[in-house]
């Protein structure tokens, strides 16, 4: 099956610097407090799994044109079957050193995810309802059917984290919504099983799988899909990795007003040379007096 | 054994294209702004991510060098520490990569600062960007606007774009004497349009 890559070398620079401020961003969303249901999620960090869109265990199965805009990586495998072409916009990482380290680090960040609580637990489809962010566990499959709104009230650092403990579908022509500030980068798909995802469907967020991960006809993924031990099948589907912002509280107050403050000065010169001509005038007047009335002495 | 029947150095084409026309708002004092221009159709691919080295604003006189900006431990975006030059902030993308970049700089410092014209700027005006892999973003303002500092317009600044996007940051408006902090922000959105390679 035909793979073309370009290299993108720039890229680990960029995924280190957002690594490097998880932890304050972390200790902000704790001093900060939670909002809605669940208590915040926290962000996961993917050191070097950070520029991958795929990760495979078994192997990737391509159907159709698909497109990657990042990295690709299968680990312990090498096998890309299939009749379908993948075009690579970042670099490839097929059975070697660089996959075999980015699946490591995708393992922790599953268990990272695993792990977070507090939870709300979920006990229905997903599709349709409004969330904030947290924490979502569900012990059956979780479902998505039509479309998921994330919430982040304005908050660009907000984080969502599902935990799927068994499976996770999404029905074809189903979508995420992502408003007032929500960021694709802050939306976690724990998998303990498998992740399937209908055709035609828009989906949002890192899906790390535990077993395999499937994206039927022509579905579009912002995000990642990362199968540790199984394999991930592509048929005509774009996944492109999202950009990631850490979001500063507030704007500027910075510059010194050295600008406005020349002009306040020019205006305060003025102002003690009227008082001084007041005084000078004064002095000069009572001078005056005093000599006219001396003169007729 | 790899299975791939070849594997080859490809040009990235470019995947993502802003659609429809929109106007040009002007610059404006806003409390609650409205949701910034989509991009035009003319919204270039983004490119790979490189370290900025220099801003270039030619219809404003700016040339400056960047430095690095990262998050305060309270949360505020770090400012430059020189007034002469700007810095781009490393908890965003890199200028000319998909997402909103951002560059900050002030408007005054002992005289003009390096954004002191900030607030003049066009709606499509030019403004380049080195990156440190030599190849230059060419970026076209789409909307400048005013906020009021405590209403600092967050999602438009640092919210997802499905686009390389810039936002350049400045402060503006009056200056409170008594508490040494202006009262508003400039913010230019951009948005990529173009890229140079790098020259040999």
Redesign the interface.
């Known amino acids: 099956?035909?793979?073309?890559?370009?290299?993108?070398p720039?890229?680990r620079?960029?995924i280190r610097?957002?690594w490097g401020?998880s932890s304050?961003v972390s200790a902000?969303i704790l001093v900060m407090g939670s909002s809605g249901a669940s208590a915040a999620g926290v962000p996961v960090p993917f050191n070097t799994a950070g520029g991958f869109v795929l990760l495979a265990g078994s192997g990737v199965t391509a159907t159709g044109e698909n497109?990657l805009?990042g990295d690709l990586g299968t680990f312990p495998a090498?096998?890309?079957?299939g009749t379908g072409t993948i075009?690579v916009?970042g670099s490839?990482s097929?059975?070697d050193r660089i996959a075999k380290r980015a699946q490591a680090d995708a393992q922790d960040a599953y268990v990272n995810a695993a792990g977070q609580t507090p939870t709300t637990q979920v006990v229905a489809d997903l599709g349709g309802q409004i969330l904030g962010p947290g924490i979502y566990s569900q012990a059956t499959p979780m479902l998505v059917t039509g479309m998921l709104t994330l919430d982040?009230a304005?908050?660009?650092n907000a984080v969502w984290v599902f935990q799927a403990r068994s499976d996770l579908s999404v029905a074809s022509g189903s979508s995420i919504s992502?408003v007032?500030?929500?960021?694709?980068?802050n939306v976690l798909w724990q998998v303990a099983g498998s992740a399937e995802l209908g055709a035609g469907a828009s989906f949002n967020g890192a899906i790390i799988a535990s077993s395999s991960v499937a994206l039927a006809t022509g579905t579009t993924l912002?995000g990642r899909a990362f199968a540790l031990n199984g394999g991930v099948t592509l048929d005509a589907n774009?996944i492109?990795?999202?950009?990631?912002?850490?979001?500063?509280?507030?704007?500027?107050?910075?510059?010194?007003?050295?600008?406005?403050?020349k002009a306040?000065q020019k205006g305060g010169l003025t102002l003690i040379g009227g008082v001084m001509g007041v005084g000078i005038a004064v002095l000069w007047s009572s001078y005056y007096v005093r000599r006219r009335e001396g003169a007729d002495a | 054994?790899?299975?791939?029947?070849?594997?080859?150095?490809?040009?990235?084409?470019g995947?993502?294209h802003g659609v429809g026309v929109r106007s040009a708002p002007t610059a404006m004092l806003q409390v609650n702004p409205p949701g910034v221009a989509a991009p035009g159709a003319e919204v270039s691919a983004p490119m790979?991510?490189?370290?900025p080295v220099r801003l270039v604003i030619p219809s404003i006189g700016v040339d400056s060098g960047l430095s690095e900006l990262?998050?305060l431990?309270?949360?505020?975006?770090a400012?430059?520490a020189t007034?002469l030059s700007a810095g781009w902030?490393?908890?965003?993308?890199?200028p000319g990569?998909?997402?909103?970049a951002i560059i900050?700089g002030?408007?005054?410092?002992?005289?003009?600062?390096v954004f002191?014209e900030l607030h003049t700027l066009a709606v499509g005006a030019e403004v380049d960007v080195t990156r440190?892999?030599g190849s230059v973003a060419i970026f076209r303002v789409i909307q400048v606007g005013e906020?009021a500092?405590?209403a600092?317009p967050?999602?438009l600044?640092?919210?997802?774009?499905?686009y390389a996007g810039l936002r350049l940051?400045?402060?503006g408006g009056?200056?409170d004497?008594t508490t040494?902090?202006?009262e508003l922000?400039v913010v230019a959105f951009a948005e990529l349009v173009g890229s140079r390679p790098r020259s040999r």
């Open positions: 099956m035909p793979l073309t890559t370009s290299r993108s720039g890229r620079a960029r610097a957002r401020l304050i902000a497109t805009n090498t096998t890309l079957a075009t916009n490839s097929v059975g982040a304005g908050d660009p992502l007032n500030g929500a960021q694709s980068c912002v774009t492109t990795l999202p950009a990631c912002v850490t979001a500063g509280v507030g704007g500027l107050r910075a510059g010194d007003g050295s600008t406005v403050r306040e | 054994m790899v299975a791939a029947a070849s594997v080859g150095i490809a040009v990235a084409t995947f993502l790979w991510a490189s370290a990262g998050l431990p309270d949360g505020t975006m400012v430059p007034g902030y490393t908890g965003a993308p890199t990569a998909l997402g909103p900050a002030h408007v005054d410092w002992n005289g003009p600062g002191f440190e892999d906020y500092w405590d600092f967050t999602v600044v640092y919210g997802e774009l499905n940051i400045t402060c009056a200056f004497a040494g902090l202006y922000n």
